[in-house]
C-alpha cells in the first residue's frame, strides 16, 4: 500500500513538471499563456500581372491575368468586388456581377491541376501560387481613356482590407 502511494505522488510530480514545461515554451515561443493569442498567418494577396480591355458590339471585354502571390495554402484567395474607375467616373462589380460576365478562365500552363474559377460568393477565385487568365464581357461601353481597376481581398478586418490595382487604357 505504501508502495503505490509513492508511484502516485511521483506521478503527480511528473504530471506538474510536464504542465509547466508545456505552459513555459508555449508562453517563450508564443507569448499565448499570458498575453494575447495571435493568429502569424499571412493575408492572402493577389496581384494583377496583365490588364487588357478593347470595345466590341456587347460592351467591354476584359481580360484579367491574376495571380495569388501571398496567403494561407490551406484555401484559395478570393476577390468578391472589383471597382473600375477614372478620374470622373467609376463602377463596383460585385461577386455576382464577375461570375456572370467571366465569359473563359484559362489556366496558366504550369498550373493546370489548380483550377482557378469565379462563384457567386466569392468572385474571383484564385489558389496559392497559381495564375489564371479571366476574360469579361462587360454588359457597358468604356470610353476611350485611362482606367484604375482594383481587386478588393477581403481580410479580418476592414482596415487591412487588401487592394490590388492595375492600370489600362482603351482608345
Same mark, same amino acid.
Given at each position: 500500500?505504501?508502495?503505490?502511494?509513492? #508511484?502516485?505522488?511521483?506521478?503527480?510530480?511528473? *504530471?506538474?513538471?510536464? &504542465?509547466?514545461? $508545456?505552459? +513555459?515554451?508555449?508562453?517563450?515561443?508564443y507569448?499565448?499563456v499570458?498575453?494575447?493569442l495571435?493568429?502569424?498567418?499571412?493575408?492572402?494577396?493577389?496581384?494583377?500581372?496583365?490588364?487588357?480591355?478593347y470595345?466590341?458590339?456587347k460592351?467591354?471585354?476584359?481580360?484579367?491575368n491574376?495571380?495569388?502571390?501571398?496567403?494561407?495554402?490551406?484555401?484559395?484567395?478570393?476577390?468578391?468586388?472589383?471597382e473600375?474607375?477614372?478620374?470622373?467616373?467609376? #463602377?463596383?462589380?460585385?461577386?455576382?456581377?464577375? *461570375?456572370?460576365?467571366? &465569359?473563359?478562365? $484559362?489556366? +496558366?500552363?504550369?498550373?493546370?491541376n489548380?483550377?482557378?474559377?469565379?462563384?457567386w460568393?466569392?468572385?474571383?477565385?484564385?489558389?496559392?501560387?497559381?495564375?489564371?487568365?479571366?476574360?469579361?464581357?462587360?454588359?457597358?461601353?468604356?470610353?476611350?481613356?485611362?482606367?484604375?481597376?482594383?481587386?478588393?481581398t477581403p481580410?479580418?478586418?476592414s482596415?487591412?482590407?487588401?487592394?490590388?490595382?492595375?492600370?489600362?487604357?482603351?482608345?
Amino acid at each position: 500500500m505504501i508502495k503505490m502511494e509513492r #508511484v502516485t505522488i511521483i506521478g503527480i510530480i511528473f *504530471s506538474i513538471l510536464v &504542465v509547466g514545461w $508545456i505552459l +513555459a515554451t508555449g508562453q517563450w515561443a508564443y507569448g499565448n499563456v499570458v498575453g494575447p493569442l495571435v493568429n502569424h498567418s499571412k493575408i492572402p494577396l493577389l496581384k494583377i500581372t496583365y490588364v487588357s480591355a478593347y470595345e466590341n458590339s456587347k460592351g467591354t471585354y476584359l481580360i484579367l491575368n491574376i495571380t495569388d502571390c501571398c496567403g494561407p495554402d490551406a484555401y484559395p484567395a478570393s476577390a468578391p468586388i472589383m471597382e473600375i474607375c477614372n478620374s470622373t467616373w467609376h #463602377v463596383f462589380l460585385y461577386s455576382y456581377n464577375i *461570375s456572370n460576365d467571366t &465569359v473563359k478562365v $484559362i489556366q +496558366a500552363p504550369w498550373n493546370e491541376n489548380k483550377k482557378d474559377y469565379t462563384n457567386w460568393y466569392s468572385g474571383f477565385v484564385v489558389i496559392l501560387g497559381s495564375e489564371a487568365q479571366f476574360q469579361l464581357q462587360l454588359p457597358f461601353h468604356l470610353s476611350p481613356g485611362t482606367y484604375h481597376i482594383k481587386l478588393f481581398t477581403p481580410a479580418v478586418s476592414s482596415k487591412v482590407l487588401a487592394k490590388q490595382t492595375a492600370t489600362f487604357t482603351i482608345s
